[in-house]
């Protein structure tokens, strides 16, 4: 088994920034990437960015794209997620979750555990 546990969550003006970290525990050996998704209220859950456990392959959703920098600390086995440029339509509850299959990066249904998700209101 994985543990994931997000923080970093908060409220904030649009234009403003948030770093979310996801620490994980447990089994890490097993996984390969991890990525970060969002529920928005009333929405299903998309995905935001992707990093493989080593570090390598980064991949955004269009829609942050230029803004947010997902990255990890090997020695913490720490996963961030930096948001800059924050717009009111990034509200949502962000959640990290973990994979061990290779592919599936962008597919919530292909990760095999989650945290608990941490809250981001952007206000206009």
């Known amino acids: 088994q994985v543990q994931l546990v997000e923080s970093g969550g908060g409220s904030v003006q649009a234009g403003g920034s948030l770093r979310l970290s996801c620490a994980a525990s447990g089994r890490t050996s097993s996984i390969f990437g991890m990525g970060w998704f969002r529920q928005a209220s009333g929405k299903e859950r998309e995905f935001v960015a992707t990093i493989t456990w080593t570090g390598t392959l980064p991949y955004y959703a269009d829609s942050v794209k230029g803004r947010f920098t997902i990255s990890r600390d090997n020695a913490n086995q720490t996963v961030y997620l930096q948001m800059n440029s924050l717009k009111p339509d990034d509200t949502a509850v962000y959640y990290c979750?973990?994979?061990?299959?290779?592919?599936?990066?962008?597919?919530?249904?292909?990760?095999?555990?989650w945290g608990q998700g941490t809250q981001v209101t952007v206000s206009s």
């Open positions: 979750a973990a994979r061990r299959s290779l592919s599936g990066a962008t597919n919530p249904s292909r990760y095999d555990y």
